[in-house]
């Protein structure tokens, strides 16, 4: 009787627990995580999965080779998947969200999947569009040009090109010793995109950047390409030593919000919008200062073809005047609407104290939590979730912690409705946001009055529930 009991009550425990963790062994390695209305799409080598956000039921699987993005093209309200076919060769295709497949596909291009390549949407010359950053990109048509940020238009899948429509390409320089650009974060905030990305010789760190390029006002006229790409060098500050390696980034609350990385230990950095769009400024004016006995050149990427180096494209720092009007705006920070060079590669870094500090851990993951703008949500590579309050621009303080079951290799970070998802290389987690303390012990609970009922970890109530009937039957028995 006794043992039957425990077989019953260990069911129960399983079974509640088995609420807030899928598997994912189905779908394979390198898994990609969307989060979408009443759903979790969940994609990697082998396939996709479409789950119930509520239960985590597998509503639906399809076998896709080496899914790599999932998006949503809200226009069509169809699910927008890239994925290899093999030997580096990707495209990207449209789905219901049934996962069935429709006649829209991209052409194909090439990929280096080692590097995990980074993926958003962004309206892009007044059309919503998909951008990929990624080390090495190349398309079918044009092998000559290795690629690093590529750009599709979501509505017809057709790769923006030069022509009237044309948006955005950033093209490498072919030599040996070029550096390579591994993209760690993107987002998009009012008129521009940003890149955080970490730079690479020969697969030896150099240095972190913050790239920007406007998301609009990318034509083509006689007079060349209005282009908008400049990238600046961050570190961040804390006892002593520089922070040069970036881990993962976000923005919330007008300000950017940075990870990085030294040896065993970890900082956050937080820059706001305002003094970043000053810091282009003014690495803006210093390369393209007046009186410099050869042109500026970037050191990895092509020059726009129909756009060369000219006496005139310049400022005088001291007064801050220009001989064109065309580069006055660059001091207007109307950057958008200037026809210069294709990019402008800022030399001399940013340099920021830290707002928070760890030791012996990384902070490998960030991510905001809704529209909650004092709340931030950190993981670890020690497979820990930490709750941050950013009780001031100049300070945060972690508040709870949370240790994930199974493996601690965190892959992805997400947020939302007040859940933290938790995707490892074997398996979706979640938990609650609201959670007073982060404890998946069921012997060990010491959670808030909110958290009883909420509705992400019911598992908690029903062990609860069940060691108490346990004990009342064992109590009774002996």
Not at 324 to 342: A, Q
Not at 376 to 385: D, E, K, P, R, Y
Request: charged content about 20%.
């Amino acid at each position: 009787m006794k043992s039957e009991i425990y077989i019953l009550a260990w069911m129960l425990i399983s079974y509640t627990f088995s609420l807030n963790v899928y598997d994912k062994y189905k779908i394979g390695h390198r898994p990609v995580l969307l989060i979408e209305g009443d759903y979790v799409y969940l994609g990697g080598e082998l396939g996709l999965v479409k789950l119930d956000k509520t239960s985590f039921n597998e509503l639906k699987f399809i076998s896709v080779q080496n899914v790599w993005a999932v998006l949503v093209d809200d226009d069509t309200n169809l699910l927008i998947v890239c994925s290899s076919l093999g030997d580096g060769e990707s495209h990207c295709h449209k789905l219901t969200r049934n996962l069935k497949k429709k006649d829209k596909t991209s052409e194909r291009f090439m990929v280096d999947l080692n590097t995990p390549p980074l993926y958003l949407k962004c309206r892009l010359s007044e059309k919503l569009g998909i951008i990929i950053a990624a080390p090495c990109i190349k398309s079918f048509t044009n092998r000559k040009d290795s690629k690093t940020i590529y750009s599709l238009q979501m509505g017809s899948l057709d790769e923006f090109s030069y022509s009237s429509t044309t948006v955005y390409h950033l093209i490498y320089k072919e030599n040996k010793n070029r550096l390579q650009m591994r993209y760690k974060a993107g987002f998009v905030h009012q008129q521009f995109v940003y890149f955080l990305y970490n730079v690479y010789l020969k697969d030896q760190f150099i240095e972190a950047k913050l790239g920007k390029m406007c998301a609009s006002h990318h034509t083509y006229s006689s007079n060349g390409f209005h282009t908008s790409y400049e990238d600046i060098p961050l570190v961040c500050y804390h006892d002593n030593v520089n922070y040069t390696k970036i881990e993962d980034g976000l923005v919330q609350n007008e300000t950017i919000i940075v990870s990085f990385s030294n040896l065993k230990s970890s900082v956050i950095c937080s820059l706001s919008i305002e003094e970043l769009a000053k810091r282009f400024r003014d690495s803006r004016m210093n390369i393209l200062r007046c009186n410099q006995k050869t042109g500026w050149k970037n050191r990895s990427l092509k020059p726009d073809p129909f756009s060369a180096w000219q006496s005139k494209t310049c400022i005088h720092l001291k007064n801050q005047t220009c001989d064109e009007s065309m580069v006055c705006n660059v001091i207007k920070g109307d950057f958008c609407n200037t026809v210069l060079y294709h990019t402008i590669e800022g030399v001399h870094p940013i340099v920021s104290s830290a707002v928070y500090n760890t030791t012996g851990i990384i902070l490998r993951h960030l991510s905001a939590v809704d529209s909650n703008d004092i709340v931030l949500i950190a993981g670890t590579n020690t497979g820990h979730i930490i709750k941050l309050n950013i009780s001031s621009s100049e300070s945060y303080t972690a508040d709870v912690e949370y240790e994930i079951t199974g493996s601690q290799n965190i892959v992805d970070l997400q947020t939302g409705n007040g859940t933290i998802y938790i995707l490892t290389d074997t398996e979706l987690q979640r938990i609650s946001v609201d959670d007073s303390v982060f404890d998946n012990d069921c012997t060990n609970q010491r959670i808030g009055l909110k958290s009883w009922f909420n509705h992400i970890k019911p598992s908690i109530y029903i062990c609860t529930i069940a060691l108490l009937y346990i004990r009342s039957v064992l109590w009774n028995m002996f």
